[in-house]
């Protein structure tokens, strides 16, 4: 089972535990230092391939997995499923070259928290990071208007104009904190609303009311 990350037992000094599974060493090595080098971040594993990522998280789970989509053998988002299927409360930040319409909804719809692309500046990578851990859903700005262009009513599920706007936030990547704050209302309030989202489109997961509102263009 993964660590609790809400537990400050669970980690040293509050620190965020990352695993990285990239196949090219050099961008591999070099977000390990990037890392490294930030207060409060630590990389405790990096694997070339999902099927060693698989064995290692199981073995040693982190809180963040960092993971790309073309791997050799098994690809990215497969291997996510597996792990996610060992280690349930292990967040998944993508960061690949694939800007693809299917590959963000495949992603979204196995579990990934947010999706970025290589082209990301290292500050932003960092920032998506505690912003993931915090229970965000970060995207680089191409995949976030992506999302927003993406949008339109639906008769399939009706949703009101206040959801309407909480869900488009959560697929721009905010916060609950940070959509709390854009709509004037309280962070119960925003919990109060996605509880109703999740229920009128009958999921149960942040990251599968994302892919169900692109897949549906409920919004």
Do not use: W
């Amino acid at each position: 089972m993964a660590k609790n990350k809400h537990n400050a037992a669970t980690s040293v000094a509050g620190t965020i535990e990352i695993s990285i599974v990239e196949d090219d060493a050099i961008i591999r090595e070099s977000l390990a230092i990037l890392i490294n080098g930030t207060p409060g971040l630590k990389c405790i594993s990096s694997y070339s391939n999902a099927e060693t990522a698989i064995k290692g998280t199981l073995e040693n789970p982190p809180d963040i997995v960092l993971l790309d989509i073309t791997l050799p053998g098994m690809n990215g988002i497969d291997g996510m499923r597996k792990i996610r299927s060992e280690n349930p409360e292990i967040d998944f930040l993508i960061l690949t070259i694939h800007e693809d319409r299917d590959l963000v909804f495949d992603a979204l719809c196995a579990g990934a928290s947010g999706y970025l692309v290589k082209d990301t500046p290292s500050g932003e990578i960092l920032e998506s990071i505690h912003d993931c851990y915090r229970g965000g859903a970060p995207m680089s700005s191409k995949i976030a208007r992506m999302v927003v262009n993406s949008f339109h009513v639906s008769p399939k599920v009706s949703l009101t104009d206040r959801e309407k706007q909480v869900l488009a936030n959560l697929c721009e990547g905010k916060t609950y904190k940070m959509i709390a704050a854009a709509l004037f209302v309280s962070e119960g309030t925003v919990h109060f609303h996605i509880k109703n989202i999740y229920k009128k489109l009958e999921v149960n997961s942040k990251s599968e009311a994302v892919a169900k509102a692109l897949t549906e263009k409920l919004v």
